[in-house]
């Protein structure tokens, strides 16, 4: 099938974890022409940990096989015995060329700079409007409800163009196109081995979203005197949190998150497991969004990414991976 990368949740309904895997193996089970790693994966998430962990096993050494006869691929055991629960010992695979899970310098010093710049335009939001109330009360609170206010729809919006450009990367060429290859190969080979994702480190994960947001960062940083203190934080809450979508997206594919965030994923502040579970069934075809996941239903139940295939379809004849795993999709 398609080829490329990492890491979703063949952890979800291990038994280890009951939360969210009753409803995302009730999802799984529609679908005929679906890839042989989905069912692997509905297999392990509907069985207790032991029967699941063959179910997976099994998946595994299908994937592994077709990965090998793609070529180019290399698998890498997971550190710590696997990170995520020695009970179900996973091996962490890589389908994209020049792929590491460990954090290197450069990752770290890419984040570093990335958080520096997210730094200075926030104390630079709290200058303007502390320079904006000039201690009136009234004013600042005014004040700080717009900026909140500028946060908060900067997150819903930063949770909407993941969920669009997951769905881009998912349907739309491979690892040879030219520029996104990379994160196409990457997002494509997730739904292959979910499971990866969850051992790469903190500053690996996430420094490639660094890297397109850095100059636009420091942009705001260079001009923050011209950019009023709403713009500013809608600007920054987004960049944020679409740099951060990915250590998100893997913590949605954990089995132990550190407990703040179980907490935020259980308010919905973070993607949950559980939302994030009905991504992972072929033909993949929905809740691409990975922020907070608060799109999710709403696009759905409109058919947006239905509507953006049958214009792109009708513009310029591309079809998306979903038609071609699921033929019914092409009528909606
Ligand atoms: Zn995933
Ligand atoms: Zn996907």
């Excluded at 051992?199 to 420094?207: A, I, K, S, T």
Aim: glycine share 14%.
């Amino acid at each position: 099938m398609r080829g490329g990368e990492e890491g979703w949740g063949a952890q979800w309904g291990t038994g280890e974890d009951k939360r969210d895997g009753g409803c995302v193996a009730a999802r799984g089970g529609s679908g005929g022409a679906r890839g042989g790693e989905s069912r692997g994966a509905r297999e392990w998430m509907a069985r207790g940990a032991g029967g699941g962990a063959r179910a997976a096993r099994a998946g595994n050494g299908q994937d592994g096989r077709s990965g090998r006869r793609q070529g180019g691929k290399r698998r890498a055991r997971g550190r710590k015995g696997g990170g995520q629960g020695s009970k179900s010992r996973r091996r962490a695979e890589l389908h994209t060329e020049g792929d590491s899970l460990e954090d290197e310098p450069k990752h770290v010093a890419i984040c570093a700079a990335a958080a520096l710049l997210a730094c200075i335009n926030l104390g630079t939001v709290i200058g303007h409007v502390a320079a904006r109330a000039a201690g009136n009360s009234w004013d600042l609170l005014a004040s700080c409800g717009f900026v909140g206010l500028a946060g908060l729809v900067a997150y819903a919006f930063a949770d909407f163009a993941t969920g669009v450009y997951h769905w881009g990367v998912d349907n739309y060429g491979d690892r040879n196109t030219p520029v996104f290859g990379y994160q196409i190969d990457a997002f494509q080979g997730h739904h292959k081995s979910p499971w990866t994702i969850t051992e790469r480190g903190v500053f690996n994960n996430v420094h490639k979203a660094c890297v397109p947001a850095l100059p636009l960062l420091g942009l705001m940083a260079v001009c923050n005197s011209f950019i009023a203190p709403e713009l500013m934080t809608f600007l920054n809450v987004f960049f944020v949190s679409v740099i951060m979508s990915q250590e998100i997206h893997k913590w949605a594919h954990m089995l132990h998150p550190p407990a703040l965030v179980v907490a935020l994923q259980d308010a919905r502040v973070l993607l949950s497991r559980k939302v994030h579970g009905l991504h992972h069934n072929s033909p993949f075809e929905g809740n691409y969004c990975i922020v907070n996941g608060w799109c999710n239903q709403f696009l759905d139940r409109i058919g947006f990414f239905r509507k953006m295939e049958l214009f792109f379809f009708k513009l310029n004849g591309a079809v998306p991976n979903t038609w071609l795993l699921e033929e019914s999709l092409r009528q909606r």
